[in-house]
């Protein structure tokens, strides 16, 4: 939402999320090299380094990749999301001293480069016991380079919205690199479970958290609104949608967010210019609709970033008769103003009894 | 407004895309992590190179103590047949191969024993020597370098 870029938009969430991060991190690092020192005190420093990155790097991993599904089933996890590039930048950095030193120790002191030899030391791929595992870790690695660098809102907005989250789909593609490399390097040698079982938790829960939120998704999308009447497709009741949040409605090709808000219905699209976030998951602060994911805020009757932001997304017409909303899923061009439809009072019963329709 | 419009459609394909590829994944990972415990080496060596069946012979004839390893001329009697090498730690070398050699090092001519890395107990056999002279060069043939000697 920044009119220009700078390196980190500090402010007091992203200090603390970052403090808890960084003091996550030493808190593993130094339990995991304490508890082997015990268990394991012929362990030389320069494998307590690669093991204890590893694995944390890989435990991060994990919890990046549950933040955006966690979010989609309960709301409660959105914190963890505001911020989750710095977990991303911090789990890359982490993989990359893993990777650094993996390389240093295996492939430094031969007759032939690191790289050369990490791709020649061991060319047996036609054995799944015997892969050359460490050339999975580097092309993962690879991907969380590209992410790291390209993090930035700078690249976000360069390399389109569209692109950029294309491009930031290949940490799918990562995390089955890590796995690989995890299984067929070293879980071929290791004798005590734990790690498999730990693997095995953390696979496991991933996948069930992506496919549970990824099905109620498309349940969503599939909800049907054919009662028509004028263009307006009958939504919901009134009192269904709270004070200043909102439902969503798939009509069409996309959603279409409709708030509540100063006693009317306001309707935009659902889709958050900065990383596509949804909208209607969001709520009204200061009276601007605020993207739950970064917290890009539109004004409700015309879609527009309060000034000086630019941001636009399209409005949409709503009316009520009854208690029942009807919302027209043709898109005005982003930032047309709309009057929203006004709530009527409640009578002494309270139900709504008249029916207003504003929008034109 | 069709380029607006491409904009607008975006996310709902995204969403899509992402069960796509966690349903593939639900079935990629778990064949992957089955397969990979599949083919797990039954017995894990806990020294690749050494002999499995080495055992110690009894007798310690002599030995040399350094910083890093332990090197011993063992055999049945008073004549060297086996020699063992107890590494402290990790070699720091890509490559340390053993040579029996004479006072003159030639890895092309000279005896290579065996070759040692990670840290733990090698036994190697030896041929007696009928002069009771016994010197061994510690090599990096990567690098071509004599790391170290151990006389006895």
């Known amino acids: 939402m920044s009119t220009s870029y700078q390196a980190v938009g500090w402010n007091r969430q992203k200090k603390i999320y970052d403090w808890i991060i960084f003091g996550f991190c030493v808190a593993y690092l130094a339990i995991f090299i304490f508890l082997n020192l015990i268990f394991n005190p012929q362990v030389t420093f320069e494998t307590l380094l690669i093991r204890s990155t590893s694995t944390l790097a890989v435990l991060l991993l994990h919890v990046i990749l549950s933040i955006g599904p966690l979010t989609r089933i309960n709301k409660k996890f959105l914190p963890l999301l505001y911020n989750r590039r710095h977990l991303g930048v911090t789990m890359f950095s982490i993989a990359a001293i893993h990777g650094v030193f993996g390389i240093i120790q295996f492939h430094t002191l031969g007759n032939v480069s690191p790289i050369v030899s990490l791709f020649t030391s061991n060319t047996r791929f036609d054995s799944l016991a015997g892969f050359p595992f460490q050339a999975l870790g580097f092309f993962a690695l690879v991907i969380f380079f590209l992410m790291a660098i390209t993090s930035h809102d700078f690249w976000l907005h360069n390399l389109s919205p569209k692109v950029w989250k294309t491009l930031h789909m290949f940490v799918y593609a990562a995390y089955f690199l890590v796995i690989l490399h995890v299984m067929l390097g070293v879980i071929q040698f290791e004798t005590n479970p734990t790690f498999i079982v730990i693997l095995l938790i953390g696979t496991t829960t991933l996948i069930s958290l992506h496919v549970i939120a990824g099905t109620r998704e498309v349940q969503i999308d599939n909800i049907k609104y054919d009662l028509e009447k004028d263009g307006f497709r009958k939504v919901c009741d009134v009192n269904d949608i709270e004070e200043d949040r909102a439902k969503m409605f798939c009509i069409g090709k996309e959603r279409i967010a409709v708030y509540k808000t100063q006693g009317k219905l306001f309707a935009v699209n659902n889709v958050c210019k900065h990383q596509n976030g949804p909208l209607g998951e969001g709520k009204v602060l200061d009276g601007c609709i605020t993207c739950p994911w970064h917290g890009y805020q539109y004004l409700p009757h015309n879609g527009q970033s309060p000034p000086p932001f630019k941001e636009k997304v399209s409005t949409y017409d709503v009316k009520i008769e009854g208690t029942t909303v009807w919302l027209n899923p043709k898109p005005y061009p982003e930032g047309t103003e709309r009057p929203g439809a006004v709530i009527a009072l409640p009578n002494s019963k309270g139900k709504i009894i008249e029916t207003l329709i504003s929008n034109n | ?152």
Do not use: C
């Open chain 2, 1 to 152: 407004m069709d380029k607006r419009k491409k904009k607008q459609q975006m996310i709902r394909p995204l969403r899509k895309r992402h069960l796509q590829i966690w349903s593939a994944l639900a079935i990629l990972i778990p064949v992957s992590i089955v397969s990979a415990l599949l083919v797990r080496p039954k017995d894990i060596p806990g020294n690749l190179l050494q002999p499995a069946s080495t055992e110690a012979l009894p007798v310690i004839i002599k030995t040399v103590e350094k910083k890093h390893y332990v090197v011993s001329l063992r055999g049945n009697n008073q004549v060297a047949t086996q020699l063992e090498w107890i590494n402290k730690n990790v070699l720091t070398f890509p490559t340390a191969v053993i040579y029996k050699t004479p006072r003159t090092f030639s890895p092309t001519h000279d005896d290579l024993i065996g070759r040692i890395e990670a840290r733990g107990t090698y036994r190697f056999g030896l041929k007696p020597d009928a002069r009771n002279e016994y010197h061994f060069i510690l090599y990096d043939f990567i690098h071509q370098q004599k790391i170290d000697s151990i006389n006895f």
